[in-house]
């Protein structure tokens, strides 16, 4: 069996990962697969990326998305006489960024790093260190449990699957209850990425580590939800598919939430129940939590879109026209952005600013730096989560005698 | 932000899966990005790969793996005038594969599938179906939850990721306490690989509905571990980073089992512990198992590899000497593979045809037409799961009447 292996691993030797040595500061960035050596974050957090395509004309890095967080990019890699292409950019902005290798034109991942779930495929991500923060590290607290679940749909009429964050306590205290955040990805990402993009469980274990928020269930479906399988018209050849998901808001109300009260210990009423998204999550989060105040008395919109034409006395069914009525029904009503996506951000916070004109208890936050990218949506949660459901109580402390770090 | 999604849209086309439409009797494989058209499986189970690489001059399918499940290959793809390149393979192995792509000679990727993590990196995979078989599929029964979990672990000095399924009637029967299998992946797999490639809960879920099993938790871990991060000098470039796992023992038992016996309602005693693998975890549970007889009573081995210069005296500490002390310990010992990797299993099931004459009541399974496989794997855990903890109980019997599918 171990010849077999021996074997197997010469034979595989084309298709594995980069690994080798440097003399310089920098290290292998976190997000890389065990062993992989690039690419490499410097000091100074320029990055050098390199990877083994001796047949190949033309390798490129081509940074994924919105947010310059890697620059513009594309950029050219440098072949040597080994084969081995690379290239050192300048320095990153911390946080997490998609990337893509272009090899001959052909868009494909870096297979020294582990795949996200982001413009509607797998990704190469890396993530950029920020050494003055640890809100979103894996720190010695007691850690929650972050579950995927499947569950029947029938407004889809197919099996789904849900991630699930319950919080550190959840399977010692029998008999609590908890409230329950539902939280909301970006246009073509999935369930999968507010845990691996965006850390949340890490940042929740650590704000109720700190008695910084309150114990919450939190609940992460996949928001592109065409109403009917197959439903819709293939698109032209290398064309993207429309983005579908005209059924989230029932897959949520009819669905989602009765499936999470029947098998979840949750406070199953409105004050108790929270719903926020970034991007393209954001609108859902108001569309489904504005048309649905008996169900939700939190929102949050993280880096979200313009509300289009707003008017306090119409948009979303009037629902703003009485500001005292709505303070009292809507306690949190949060939106958040990054400073880097004010231009993106101008008719969002316009209307944030004529409710606040109107003495609606919007909050407004600004992430320092950083653009329309997840180092932006993990700061909003970590401004968000401690605003729900009230002051963390004495018996929701640290337990710090348990001796255990499980 | 609609503009500003479109524009994104429309800059990343040239980096999104392949759609198109077919005329033929072929459907989208099961394990494709949601509209993902290509890869297609025909009625007579042939493949036809598609991918969109105009500045391409050779693009291959590599089928990935042990198994032949999807025929020798590489197989040359044809490229159309629009830079389409397509093959179509012979009638594939029902199952679950790894593949890539080689682009101008670069291992990489489909864009249009899922990741999974095998051979050490994120690889494609396809779910080539078995009209014959429902066993490992998401049916209208009770589900566990599949969840991630972080722990520290002493042995490593680093925080590590397990996942643990626990059984439908987990979160309802709030005092009942359960056995656990400790279930290990392959060489080059992780931790997520028996949930995502091995179907590990729709298996139990079905299991435990049908009365065919003992509800249990199963932990599955990451069985690549090196003794110390960073341990190892690098390999040279190009070549595969060592196979590291001689600390997983010690994780294990020092941090693993106590972790997992503080933290879920499991029945902490040897009787209600088993522990199995495939391939190198087949190995890791002989080794763990058979050296921690205090540890656990159950033990099962897929497709492992042949137990070097086996000898009933001395193997395992002289562990078979006593072939009545044995059983009475070890009441399942139980070793599989699929009948298409025969010559591979030479050597083991030689072994087990000796401890058999010996009185040692070890079984012998194997799952026919399949190979080094997780087809292979999924029977594998079909037939030991329910030899495990006894009989199902009535309290376990499947609850029909709840009107909930979650």
Not at 31 to 39: C, I, Q
Not at 46 to 74: E, I, S
Not at 301 to 317: A, P
Not at 354 to 380: D, L, Q, Y
Request: charge should be positive; proline fraction near 8%; include cysteine.
């Amino acid at each position: 069996m171990r010849a077999v292996l021996v074997s197997l691993a010469l034979a595989l030797a084309a298709c594995i990962p980069v690994w080798a040595q440097t003399a310089d500061d920098s290290r292998p960035a976190t997000s890389n697969l065990p062993g992989a050596e690039y690419p490499r974050i410097h000091s100074d957090l320029r990055v050098t990326f390199r990877v083994h395509a001796p047949g190949a004309r033309k390798v490129q890095v081509v940074p994924g998305g919105n947010d310059n967080g890697l620059g513009k990019g594309p950029f050219d890699m440098t072949r040597d006489e080994k084969g081995f292409w690379a290239v050192t950019i300048p320095p990153a902005v911390p946080g997490f960024h998609y990337y893509w290798l272009s090899v001959d034109g052909f868009p494909c991942n870096d297979p020294s790093t582990f795949t996200y779930f982001g413009w509607n495929k797998e990704s190469s991500g890396i993530e950029v260190p920020d050494r003055t923060l640890d809100f979103y590290d894996a720190r010695d607290v007691p850690h929650g449990d972050v579950r995927s679940r499947w569950y029947y749909s029938k407004t889809t009429a197919a099996w789904r699957r849900v991630y699930v964050y319950t919080p550190p306590d959840y399977d010692r205290k029998r008999k609590a209850r908890y409230p329950v955040l539902y939280l909301q990805h970006g246009s073509g990402e999935s369930e999968r990425s507010w845990s691996a993009q965006g850390r949340v469980n890490f940042i929740l274990d650590n704000l109720i580590a700190a008695r910084g928020a309150q114990p919450m269930i939190i609940v992460m479906e996949n928001g592109m939800v065409a109403a009917r399988p197959g439903g819709s018209a293939s698109p032209p050849p290398g064309a993207a598919p429309p983005r579908r998901n005209e059924a989230f808001p029932d897959v949520v109300i009819n669905d989602l939430i009765p499936m999470i009260d029947a098998n979840y210990r949750t406070i199953p009423d409105r004050t108790h129940r929270a719903i926020a998204g970034l991007s393209m999550g954001a609108g859902q989060a108001l569309q489904i939590g504005l048309s649905n105040l008996d169900h939700f008395a939190h929102i949050g919109s993280f880096s979200g879109g313009g509300i289009r034409n707003f008017d306090l006395q119409t948009s979303y069914g009037g629902v703003f026209r009485d500001a005292a009525s709505f303070n009292r029904r809507v306690p949190v009503f949060w939106f958040g952005a990054g400073t880097a996506e004010a231009a993106r951000m101008t008719s969002v916070k316009a209307a944030v600013e004529a409710m606040t004109r109107a003495g609606i208890n919007a909050v407004w936050f600004e992430a320092p730096g950083t653009s329309h990218e997840w180092e932006t949506w993990r700061k909003c949660l970590a401004d968000f989560a401690p605003r729900l459901f009230g002051k963390p109580s004495r018996a929701s402390r640290r337990r710090t005698a348990t001796g255990s770090k499980g």
